[in-house]
């Protein structure tokens, strides 16, 4: 390998200049700006005390960025992965104890280590296998939840000690009658306000003016004297070292966790990139964004950075704000820092209620109605898929739901490769180029004697039995069409089992006194049945380059009394047997 694999800012790095530079810079400080509600918001809900939600915006964002692929991600806190985090370790310990937070970081340097170990196996394609409708239906889940676990902040009221879907809405509903109607006049300014922005004011940073706007109103109403709750001062300094429990104990019991936080993350951050990627026409490389994800978080975890993955909103304003290279990411994480020594002590002002409301604008915005409708329209199986996953999602442990959709997924996929399609062919009267077609979208006759199909799939091992039971079916319904032509333009692979299966089919067929033939395969395919001996079992005289020189041979070996009498004549070559009119 060479360097620039182990230094991939090598390749972009000649590239900087003092234009890109100020684009950059200024593309930073912008994204600085959005992340500071971002990572407080993130914060409380991953149950951690609010500045770790920036910290995790700064060592991240900055490794992610040198040793990624893109030019324009941008690594930080994301609400899915804080919400996994919460729901995963809160039931172990006390949210935003000391505690709790080693567990988080353990965590986070597990995360790193999978995804870390993932791109150095060059493994960047098992992002492929957590599908679209899987992470549709995993954040519209986690939207409701996040929504319900600031219902509490947003009335005012004690939120639930228990983590259950169904369980936090029986406390809530239980704690109705001591809504604080100061703290509801707070949030529903706050949210009202972060609405108005995103729908008139979209290029401005509409949350953290909504904050100051509910912060302004809290403290006009006394919101303090009359039970509204606020946030605090966030400490003023750079993110503390810290030191992740490595302990056997410890990583037994959060890999489990720490390895659907890493998957989560990587299809987050690849995603997000790739789509960047088709505006700013650059090619993505996954394993690179693997191993630049696993650097970040491993690194991060010992600079108090829990989990951090690809920010969509991040990455799309540090786009649109003019970024040229990765460092834009850079100059945002040295923003934010500056912001934190300076603002931290500012924060004391924000009420709880205040970040609820804008959690909840946040909630609405994960959920994708567009695409849900899409999926729903277009595909029963993906539908149930995003169904799963969404129940999933609220019903047990949040690690588990993106296992379960990711498992489906594999399931429904593995049905459908293991159905490969039979098309039943018969020439086209009507074309001059004698086409084959299906005949069930244009029926036309077949020949009496011979059946041509066309397979569409491959032929491994989970697949012989059904293309057994099928072609079992065929020569069953059609006893007398004695010759059997496989058209196998679409096997695109083949093992030892698909080979066994057409050997054992062709002696089955011999047997009864019926012939197979084989036309058109894939030279992959051929080479693996003839290393494998398959092809003289099937017998090479029985095997055609193409449709057009299978028929020709084919045609001579059909019973000829049969043909005399035969009034289709489907072929050309039919002209030469025997009962042909001569014209």
């Known amino acids: 390998m060479h360097i620039k694999d182990y230094l991939p800012f090598l390749r972009w790095w000649p590239t900087v200049t003092q234009r890109t530079l100020k684009a950059d810079l200024l593309a930073g400080v912008t994204g600085a700006v959005i992340v500071l509600p971002q990572g407080v918001a993130f914060a409380l809900i991953a149950g951690l005390p609010p500045e770790y939600g920036l910290y995790s915006a700064i060592m991240p964002a900055i490794i992610a960025a040198l040793f990624g692929s893109s030019y324009h991600l941008i690594s930080g806190p994301t609400t899915a992965i804080s919400i996994v985090i919460f729901t995963t370790v809160s039931p172990l310990a006390d949210p935003s104890g000391a505690h709790y937070i080693q567990m988080v970081l353990t965590l986070t340097f597990l995360a790193g280590l999978f995804q870390f170990g993932l791109g150095m196996a060059r493994l960047g394609a098992l992002v492929n296998f957590v599908?679209?409708?899987?992470?549709?239906?995993?954040?519209?889940?986690?939207?409701?939840?996040?929504?319900?676990?600031?219902?509490?902040?947003?009335?005012?009221?004690?939120?639930?000690?228990?983590?259950?879907?169904?369980?936090?809405?029986?406390?809530?509903?239980?704690?109705?009658?001591?809504?604080?109607?100061?703290?509801?006049?707070?949030?529903?300014?706050?949210?009202?306000?972060?609405?108005?922005?995103?729908?008139?004011?979209?290029?401005?940073?509409?949350?953290?003016?909504?904050?100051?706007?509910?912060?302004?109103?809290?403290?006009?109403?006394?919101?303090?004297?009359?039970?509204?709750?606020?946030?605090?001062?966030?400490?003023?300094?750079?993110?503390?070292?810290?030191?992740?429990?490595?302990?056997?104990?410890?990583?037994?019991?959060?890999?489990?966790?720490?390895?659907?936080?890493?998957?989560?993350?990587?299809?987050?951050?690849?995603?997000?990139?790739?789509?960047?990627?088709?505006?700013?026409?650059?090619?993505?490389?996954?394993?690179?964004?693997?191993?630049?994800q696993g650097l970040s978080n491993i690194i991060g975890s010992f600079f108090s950075s829990y989990a951090a993955s690809g920010s969509f909103t991040r990455t799309g304003v540090n786009y649109e704000s003019g970024a040229k290279t990765p460092m834009a990411a850079v100059f945002a994480a040295l923003s934010l820092t500056a912001i934190l020594l300076l603002i931290a002590p500012l924060t004391a002002y924000l009420p709880i209620a205040s970040m609820a409301g804008v959690l909840l604008v946040v909630a609405y915005g994960l959920i994708d109605f567009h695409h849900i409708r899409t999926i729903i329209r277009t595909s029963t199986s993906e539908a149930a898929v995003l169904a799963v996953t969404f129940l999933a999602t609220l019903l047990v442990e949040l690690e588990f739901a993106i296992y379960v959709g990711v498992i489906l997924s594999l399931l429904l996929y593995l049905n459908r490769t293991s159905h490969p399609h039979f098309i039943t062919l018969a020439p086209d009267p009507g074309s001059d180029r004698r086409s084959f077609i299906n005949i069930t979208r244009k029926p036309v006759d077949e020949c009496p004697q011979l059946k041509i199909i066309r397979i569409d799939g491959s032929l491994f091992f989970g697949a012989v039995d059904h293309f057994s039971q099928e072609l079992r079916a065929i020569t069953k319904h059609t006893p007398e069409q004695a010759h059997i032509l496989i058209v196998g333009s679409g096997i695109n692979f083949i093992d030892v089992a698909g080979c066994e299966a057409l050997a054992n089919e062709a002696h089955r067929l011999h047997v009864n006194g019926r012939k197979l033939y084989l036309c058109s395969l894939k030279s992959e395919v051929l080479n693996t049945l003839k290393r494998g001996g398959y092809l003289h079992r099937i017998g090479e005289e029985n095997v055609f380059p193409s449709k057009l020189d299978a028929i020709e041979k084919i045609v001579p070996r059909l019973d000829p009394e049969r043909c005399r009498v035969c009034t289709v004549r489907i072929f050309r070559e039919c002209a030469q047997m025997p009962g042909a009119k001569v014209s």
């Not at 409701?144 to 009335?155: C, D, R, V, Y």
């Not at 990587?266 to 690179?288: C, K």
């Open 131 to 292: 599908s679209h409708s899987v992470v549709i239906g995993f954040t519209a889940g986690a939207a409701l939840l996040i929504a319900t676990s600031q219902l509490g902040n947003f009335l005012g009221v004690p939120g639930s000690k228990r983590h259950a879907f169904i369980h936090v809405w029986e406390d809530l509903l239980s704690a109705l009658h001591r809504t604080n109607p100061y703290a509801v006049v707070v949030a529903v300014t706050t949210l009202i306000a972060a609405v108005l922005f995103r729908r008139y004011l979209p290029r401005l940073p509409g949350m953290l003016f909504a904050m100051v706007i509910g912060s302004v109103l809290a403290a006009v109403l006394h919101g303090k004297e009359h039970g509204v709750r606020l946030i605090g001062s966030l400490p003023g300094h750079l993110p503390p070292l810290s030191r992740p429990d490595l302990s056997t104990a410890a990583v037994r019991e959060l890999a489990p966790a720490a390895l659907a936080v890493a998957m989560l993350g990587l299809a987050e951050a690849v995603s997000i990139a790739r789509a960047v990627a088709t505006r700013s026409h650059q090619r993505i490389d996954s394993n690179q964004e693997f191993l630049g």
